[in-house]
């Protein structure tokens, strides 16, 4: 009897190996791991830095440096908000006439109501009257003030420094100073001026005497920054009211 023949055995196979997909950022050189783990921290970093208002660290310290600097000369550095207007318009209609009773947070005013024609641009040595020099510093000026009683050696200095940059500053004598002297100014973004009780902000040093290095980095710090956006091209000597 023939024998029944083999059945062949299924050839072995080797066993098959799992492909892992890779996915993210497995399988990446440790190089590129670091290096995106830093980008990460600093993207962080930015994010945090301008959530806390760390973009206006510069401006900070060049406030802290002013400050520094006029406290050095023996002088004061406040800022203040000036009061609102009266007016529903603007501050124009707060003084209308040149003898209107006033009322401003600083003596010397630096920021507020005022009448609605400004002073001619100059240095004087006779008071100008103060509603019309507060229409000065919203233009964007720099004002010299000083008492009755400073001597005239140190109005010919402060006369001095006025013709070194005449541009946008002003000087005028205001009883109340005594023997000492002021100087002002009224800054304030135009964008948001008039916006949601945003009024700008004044800034008033007084000083026993005058000191020229103070004076030169208030000036230098703030004028042509008045809130209506005033260019200093029209704050020019002789200039004024058409």
């Known amino acids: 009897m023939a024998k029944a023949p083999k059945t062949p055995r299924p050839p072995v196979q080797a066993p ?46 060049s406030s802290s440096e002013l400050k ?10 406040r800022d203040v908000k000036p009061f609102p207007p009266k007016s529903d318009s603007n501050y124009h209609g707060d003084a209308p006439t040149l003898a209107t009773p006033m009322r401003w947070k600083t003596d010397p005013p630096s920021a507020g109501g005022h009448y609605y024609l400004w002073a001619v641009w100059n240095f004087y040595r006779s008071p100008l009257n103060p509603r019309q020099v507060v229409h000065n510093e919203e233009h964007g000026g720099v004002i010299l003030w000083w008492g009755p009683k400073v001597p005239q050696a140190t109005v010919d200095k402060l006369r001095a420094f006025y013709d070194e940059e005449p541009t946008g500053v002003f000087g005028t004598p205001i009883a109340g100073l005594g023997n000492k002297i002021a100087i002002t100014a009224w800054t304030g973004d135009p964008a948001k001026y008039y916006r949601n009780g945003y009024y700008g902000i004044g800034k008033l040093s007084i000083c026993p005497t ?20 005033i260019p200093l091209s029209s704050d020019t000597p002789g200039s004024g009211p058409g």
């Open 16 to 61: 098959k190996r799992r492909e892992e997909k890779q996915s993210g950022l497995r399988g990446l050189p440790a190089w590129v791991l670091v290096v995106a783990g830093i980008a990460a921290v600093g993207i962080i970093v930015g994010v945090v830095f301008a959530a806390t208002g760390g973009g206006s660290s510069n401006e900070n310290a």
């Open 68 to 77: 520094a600097t006029m406290t050095a000369a023996g002088c004061t550095l």
């Open 210 to 229: 005058f000191d020229e290095k103070a004076f030169a980095a208030f000036r230098d710090a703030y004028r042509g920054q008045g809130p209506e956006g």
